[in-house]
């Protein structure tokens, strides 16, 4: 027994060995995960390692703007990339450290110097202001500043102290596993695996930092020189409006600290060819634009020349005036004087004046009054400098007809007073309505008005997007001349809030919904008055926003504030969808700015943000918009909006797919920027494999109000049924005017097409070469165009075109063309219709290449279900809703009874015609039959 004992002793000693050893070893070999501190730690040291650092990410520039940037910073300082704004603003950038270079397109001065921009666009700038550039901490950027901002050494990380870090969510950036960590202000994301590297960051600004020139890095450690970069004012800094500062070397007051970057961002090394290309490209640049001028002296001054205009009243058949210019600046003044009268241009003379100098001109007009008659008319003169005010002298002459005194401040403000062509543009569309007729009481306050709103926009960098607004669209809606003193008045002082709204109205009017921004908003035949953030008239919200750049308890508040403001009586007509948005800077210091929306309906509901689902008489939202900017799989931050119901934030089920897809068809209807990313103009997705937040992106269809529903919504009815395509060859046009009409049309199809394409492109990689491709669209464009909003009808058009011109005539002679009235949005109408030689009615679908037969929802007896054009369920859909409108348009209602007629006898025909695609020349189209019985 004692020998058996000793035995088992024996082998329980080795198995207690093995099984230390065994412990042992997966100690070696599993070494304790790191914790969230540890992992910040590791991935700051590696990044002070690094040669480089390339981004790829966005910021808020002075004036509230979101700024996209890619670009590579190396460690000496030099950097080299690209800016952009999602209005089309596109902008190379090339940092030596000797000076900077800026070259922007018209788009992205119209920002900074409105009045200059078409003279500075595709040009270097040298040492432009900070806030001209956007990136206000430019210089904090190199590898050991990034590092020294993530670690909380910088003066601006919380409290002055290293960062406190915790683990928020797995993830994965190009592939690899990684880790959100956060101390509650700061934000990175590290690889999951040695060596720990930062991937992604997000850094909040500091509202301490505002108004301060920008310092010097602090050199790397590795290196012996110090990067030494440009500094001007940032846009929130106090300055005389349109003041230029020139370019100085600041550095930062002894033992402090540079401010840290305000940047949401992904994050890489640069491998050695991109450093070598970056410093390449920099020194390209350079050295090609040796003698690139600053700002100051690049910006197209209007010369400071005085007009007096002496008349009398003038009885006899030729009527003379005096004009006197006077140059009052230290330059000379070189244009031409013009004056307007009646229709008349009685002087168009060029003139030098030297500085101090004055010349006098004489002009004579033809009387116009009746024999025996009185009639009062408004002479007027201006000293026109094409080199500013562009090279339109009719613009000139019709604001010089309105009443305009182009050689005065606009609004009182003297300083940055140039009237480029844009300025003028806008001039005109705001007084389009300014006639002979118009009383001098009303003319003098529209003038008057109108002067201000622009001087203000020019004044607060707002002037891009509401020049989209008012010159690129005809959607904005302002409400007699109380709605433009309104807008004098709101654009004296504008918030975030206000520009980020105004930039959403901007996209909205782009996409073809009626706005009305700045002013109240009253319903036709009534006298009730509405005034919000926002009137979406075409999709029937109101919209309060809010810009966040604060923290979490910052969102908090301004989404009780939006909600309280919804609840306000004035603000929302009847029947409209109450829309609180909170728009939060990709910079901002809450953890809320980096997050999904799964993480942010987890958070909204900690943060009891469903509590106002409850209000008297229902919930007090029908739709809550939260803008965020979550990493993309590469890392990249991705501008999100989410948007959630009362039924989603009281809800506790799982599966939040239903919502997902509701949530897609509100972003169809709502968020243009995002449709135009995923779908094409006749609602088809770009890509059928697209996915957001794990569900497909849907088909979509129209409903009754011409809004897009998911085609899943309603069971569908039978799709159309097509004979086999008849080809339509571009040479049986014939008549040469007609085939020169479609090849402009086809021409102008295809300039729209490449342009859309380069913008899709340049968003989804923004490199400098994109860049310029989409910049050299955007000309042309503007050159083919003008400022005709780029968007469906123009592809629209070459569809119904080649039917109208081409293959009606052409395979139905003799067919007679029927008028269609309009309605909304070309919404619940026929493309075109015809009475064919037998008596019969022809009912056209025209379509672009491109394009395809789509669905809706029915009228009448078929509204349960989905209709597609080309079916007799959508020509009862039609005629249905010609029906409904024949009380106010009795045309309407004829056509209805007649198509309705023809459709039970058999008399109906219904064919399909699509324009070919033959890039900038017209190649014809096809035509195929419609079975509708």
């Given at each position: 027994?004692?020998?058996?004992?000793?035995?088992?002793?024996?082998?329980?000693?080795?198995a207690l060995v093995m099984v230390l050893v065994a412990g042992l070893m997966t100690f070696v070999l599993r070494p304790r995960e790191k914790t969230p501190t540890q992992l910040a730690s590791a991935a700051t040291e590696s990044l002070r390692a690094w040669r480089g650092v390339t981004y790829a990410g966005t910021t808020v520039n002075g004036n509230g703007a979101i700024i996209s940037f890619r670009l590579t910073v190396t460690r000496d300082g030099t950097a080299y990339g690209t800016l952009s704004r999602d209005s089309g603003a596109y902008a190379e950038l090339?940092?030596?450290?000797?000076?900077?270079?800026?070259?922007?397109?018209?788009?992205?001065?119209?920002?900074?110097?409105?009045?200059?921009?078409?003279?500075?666009?595709?040009?270097?700038?040298?040492?432009?202001?900070?806030?001209?550039?956007?990136?206000?901490?430019?210089?904090?950027?190199?590898?050991?500043?990034?590092?020294?901002?993530?670690?909380?050494?910088?003066?601006?990380?919380?409290?002055?102290?290293?960062?406190?870090?915790?683990?928020?969510?797995?993830?994965?950036?190009?592939?690899?596993?990684?880790?959100?960590?956060?101390?509650?202000?700061?934000?990175?994301?590290?690889?999951?695996?040695?060596?720990?590297?930062?991937?992604?960051?997000?850094?909040?600004?500091?509202?301490?930092?505002?108004?301060?020139?920008?310092?010097?890095?602090?050199?790397?450690?590795?290196?012996?020189?110090?990067?030494?970069?440009?500094?001007?004012?940032?846009?929130?800094?106090?300055?005389?409006?349109?003041?230029?500062?020139?370019?100085?070397?600041?550095?930062?007051?002894?033992?402090?600290?540079?401010?840290?970057?305000?940047?949401?961002?992904?994050?890489?090394?640069?491998?050695?060819?991109?450093?070598?290309?970056?410093?390449?490209?920099?020194?390209?640049?350079?050295?090609?634009?040796?003698?690139?001028?600053?700002?100051?002296?690049?910006?197209?001054?209007?010369?400071?020349?005085?007009?007096?205009?002496?008349?009398?009243?003038?009885?006899?058949?030729?009527?003379?005036?005096?004009?006197?210019?006077?140059?009052?600046?230290?330059?000379?003044?070189?244009?031409?004087?013009?004056?307007?009268?009646?229709?008349?241009?009685?002087?168009?003379?060029?003139?030098?004046?030297?500085?101090?100098?004055?010349?006098?001109?004489?002009?004579?007009?033809?009387?116009?009054?009746?024999?025996?008659?009185?009639?009062?008319?408004?002479?007027?003169?201006?000293?026109?400098?094409?080199?500013?005010?562009?090279?339109?002298?009719?613009?000139?002459?019709?604001?010089?007809?309105?009443?305009?005194?182009?050689?005065?401040?606009?609004?009182?403000?003297?300083?940055?007073?140039?009237?480029?062509?844009?300025?003028?543009?806008?001039?005109?569309?705001?007084?389009?309505?300014?006639?002979?007729?118009?009383?001098?009481?009303?003319?003098?306050?529209?003038?008057?008005?109108?002067?201000?709103?622009?001087?203000?926009?020019?004044?607060?960098?707002?002037?891009?997007p509401f020049y989209d607004l008012a010159v690129n669209t005809d959607n904005l809606s302002v409400a007699g001349e109380s709605g433009i003193t309104e807008l004098a008045a709101k654009t004296a002082r504008l918030s975030v809030s206000d520009r980020r709204t105004l930039q959403y109205a901007s996209d909205l009017a782009r996409a073809g919904s009626k706005v009305v921004w700045g002013s109240t908003y009253k319903p036709e035949g009534s006298t009730d008055g509405y005034k919000a953030d926002l009137q979406n008239l075409t999709g029937k919200q109101t919209i309060?926003?809010?810009?966040?750049?604060?923290?979490?308890?910052?969102?908090?508040?301004?989404?009780?504030?939006?909600?309280?403001?919804?609840?306000?009586?004035?603000?929302?007509?009847?029947?409209?969808?109450?829309?609180?948005?909170?728009?939060?800077?990709?910079?901002?210091?809450?953890?809320?700015?980096?997050?999904?929306?799964?993480?942010?309906?987890?958070?909204?509901?900690?943060?009891?943000?469903?509590?106002?689902?409850?209000?008297?008489?229902?919930?007090?939202?029908?739709?809550?918009?939260?803008?965020?900017?979550?990493?993309?799989?590469?890392?990249?931050?991705?501008?999100?909006?989410?948007?959630?119901?009362?039924?989603?934030?009281?809800?506790?089920?799982?599966?939040?797919?239903?919502?997902?897809?509701?949530?897609?068809?509100?972003?169809?209807?709502?968020?243009?920027?995002?449709?135009?990313?995923?779908?094409?103009?006749?609602?088809?997705?770009?890509?059928?494999?697209?996915?957001?937040?794990?569900?497909?992106?849907?088909?979509?269809?129209?409903?009754?109000?011409?809004?897009?529903?998911?085609?899943?919504?309603?069971?569908?009815?039978?799709?159309?049924?097509?004979?086999?395509?008849?080809?339509?060859?571009?040479?049986?046009?014939?008549?040469?005017?007609?085939?020169?009409?479609?090849?402009k049309i086809a021409d102008h199809r295809k300039t729209s097409v490449d342009l859309t394409n380069a913008e899709l492109k340049f968003k989804k990689n923004g490199t400098a070469a994109n860049g310029r491709t989409r910049d050299k669209a955007l000309q042309h464009y503007q050159k083919e165009l003008g400022v005709t909003p780029n968007n469906s009808r123009i592809s629209e058009r070459l569809g119904e075109s080649a039917a109208r011109y081409h293959v009606v005539p052409e395979k139905f002679r003799g067919a007679q063309w029927i008028p269609l009235p309009k309605?909304?949005?070309?919404?619940?109408?026929?493309?075109?219709?015809?009475?064919?030689?037998?008596?019969?009615?022809?009912?056209?679908?025209?379509?672009?290449?491109?394009?395809?037969?789509?669905?809706?929802?029915?009228?009448?007896?078929?509204?349960?279900?989905?209709?597609?054009?080309?079916?007799?369920?959508?020509?009862?859909?039609?005629?249905?809703?010609?029906?409904?409108?024949?009380?106010?348009?009795?045309?309407?209602?004829?056509?209805?009874?007649?198509?309705?007629?023809?459709?039970?006898?058999?008399?109906?025909?219904?064919?399909?015609?699509?324009?070919?695609?033959?890039?900038?020349?017209?190649?014809?189209?096809?035509?195929?039959?419609?079975?509708?019985?």
């Amino acid at each position: 027994m004692i020998k058996s004992s000793r035995w088992y002793w024996r082998w329980g000693v080795l198995a207690l060995v093995m099984v230390l050893v065994a412990g042992l070893m997966t100690f070696v070999l599993r070494p304790r995960e790191k914790t969230p501190t540890q992992l910040a730690s590791a991935a700051t040291e590696s990044l002070r390692a690094w040669r480089g650092v390339t981004y790829a990410g966005t910021t808020v520039n002075g004036n509230g703007a979101i700024i996209s940037f890619r670009l590579t910073v190396t460690r000496d300082g030099t950097a080299y990339g690209t800016l952009s704004r999602d209005s089309g603003a596109y902008a190379e950038l090339a940092v030596s450290p000797e000076r900077t270079l800026l070259r922007g397109n018209s788009q992205w001065w119209l920002e900074h110097e409105p009045g200059s921009a078409e003279a500075l666009a595709n040009t270097w700038v040298a040492d432009p202001p900070q806030g001209v550039i956007g990136l206000a901490e430019l210089s904090r950027m190199t590898p050991t500043a990034l590092a020294d901002a993530l670690s909380g050494k910088d003066s601006d990380g919380p409290s002055g102290r290293p960062s406190t870090w915790r683990r928020t969510v797995a993830t994965s950036v190009n592939g690899r596993p990684a880790k959100v960590l956060t101390d509650g202000t700061l934000r990175i994301v590290v690889s999951a695996s040695p060596p720990y590297q930062p991937l992604s960051v997000g850094l909040p600004g500091s509202a301490g930092s505002q108004g301060a020139a920008t310092p010097e890095p602090a050199p790397d450690a590795s290196d012996a020189r110090t990067a030494v970069f440009r500094s001007g004012p940032q846009d929130g800094a106090a300055r005389s409006v349109g003041q230029v500062q020139s370019a100085g070397h600041v550095t930062a007051a002894a033992g402090e600290p540079a401010p840290a970057p305000a940047l949401s961002s992904a994050v890489s090394e640069p491998d050695k060819a991109q450093v070598q290309s970056t410093t390449e490209n920099v020194r390209r640049v350079d050295t090609s634009h040796e003698q690139a001028e600053p700002l100051s002296q690049r910006v197209a001054a209007q010369t400071d020349v005085a007009v007096q205009l002496s008349t009398s009243f003038c009885s006899t058949p030729s009527c003379p005036a005096t004009v006197n210019v006077t140059n009052q600046g230290t330059a000379p003044a070189s244009g031409t004087v013009i004056v307007t009268v009646a229709g008349q241009t009685p002087l168009n003379s060029p003139v030098s004046v030297p500085p101090g100098g004055n010349r006098t001109l004489t002009a004579t007009a033809t009387n116009t009054a009746p024999p025996g008659q009185t009639i009062q008319v408004n002479w007027s003169a201006v000293f026109y400098e094409a080199s500013v005010m562009g090279d339109d002298p009719a613009l000139v002459k019709r604001l010089m007809g309105r009443g305009f005194k182009l050689n005065e401040p606009l609004g009182d403000q003297r300083a940055n007073d140039s009237k480029g062509k844009p300025v003028l543009q806008l001039l005109d569309a705001m007084t389009a309505d300014i006639g002979p007729r118009t009383s001098p009481e009303v003319r003098e306050s529209r003038l008057n008005n109108v002067g201000k709103t622009v001087a203000n926009l020019k004044q607060q960098g707002a002037f891009e997007p509401f020049y989209d607004l008012a010159v690129n669209t005809d959607n904005l809606s302002v409400a007699g001349e109380s709605g433009i003193t309104e807008l004098a008045a709101k654009t004296a002082r504008l918030s975030v809030s206000d520009r980020r709204t105004l930039q959403y109205a901007s996209d909205l009017a782009r996409a073809g919904s009626k706005v009305v921004w700045g002013s109240t908003y009253k319903p036709e035949g009534s006298t009730d008055g509405y005034k919000a953030d926002l009137q979406n008239l075409t999709g029937k919200q109101t919209i309060q926003r809010k810009a966040v750049s604060g923290g979490t308890d910052a969102v908090v508040n301004d989404f009780a504030a939006a909600i309280n403001e919804l609840s306000g009586t004035g603000v929302v007509p009847p029947g409209f969808d109450k829309v609180a948005w909170i728009d939060i800077d990709p910079n901002a210091s809450t953890v809320l700015a980096g997050s999904d929306r799964q993480a942010l309906v987890k958070e909204l509901r900690k943060l009891k943000l469903d509590k106002y689902c409850n209000g008297a008489g229902g919930p007090a939202f029908d739709a809550a918009v939260f803008t965020t900017y979550p990493p993309g799989s590469d890392g990249t931050p991705q501008r999100t909006n989410s948007v959630f119901t009362c039924n989603e934030l009281l809800s506790s089920a799982v599966d939040h797919r239903k919502y997902i897809q509701d949530e897609m068809v509100w972003k169809a209807n709502n968020d243009p920027v995002w449709y135009s990313a995923n779908y094409k103009i006749d609602g088809r997705r770009r890509s059928e494999t697209t996915t957001e937040n794990g569900v497909t992106l849907p088909k979509l269809a129209k409903d009754n109000e011409n809004h897009w529903i998911s085609k899943n919504k309603l069971p569908s009815a039978p799709g159309a049924k097509l004979s086999p395509a008849t080809s339509v060859d571009p040479g049986s046009v014939g008549d040469r005017k007609r085939s020169s009409l479609l090849n402009k049309i086809a021409d102008h199809r295809k300039t729209s097409v490449d342009l859309t394409n380069a913008e899709l492109k340049f968003k989804k990689n923004g490199t400098a070469a994109n860049g310029r491709t989409r910049d050299k669209a955007l000309q042309h464009y503007q050159k083919e165009l003008g400022v005709t909003p780029n968007n469906s009808r123009i592809s629209e058009r070459l569809g119904e075109s080649a039917a109208r011109y081409h293959v009606v005539p052409e395979k139905f002679r003799g067919a007679q063309w029927i008028p269609l009235p309009k309605t909304p949005n070309g919404a619940d109408a026929f493309d075109q219709l015809y009475r064919l030689k037998d008596g019969k009615l022809l009912i056209v679908e025209a379509k672009a290449p491109s394009s395809g037969l789509g669905w809706r929802q029915g009228k009448g007896r078929q509204k349960n279900k989905m209709v597609q054009q080309g079916t007799r369920e959508y020509v009862e859909t039609i005629i249905e809703a010609m029906k409904e409108r024949a009380a106010k348009s009795p045309r309407d209602g004829k056509l209805a009874h007649d198509l309705e007629k023809a459709l039970e006898q058999g008399e109906l025909r219904y064919v399909l015609v699509k324009a070919k695609d033959g890039g900038s020349s017209y190649a014809g189209a096809t035509l195929q039959e419609c079975v509708i019985y």
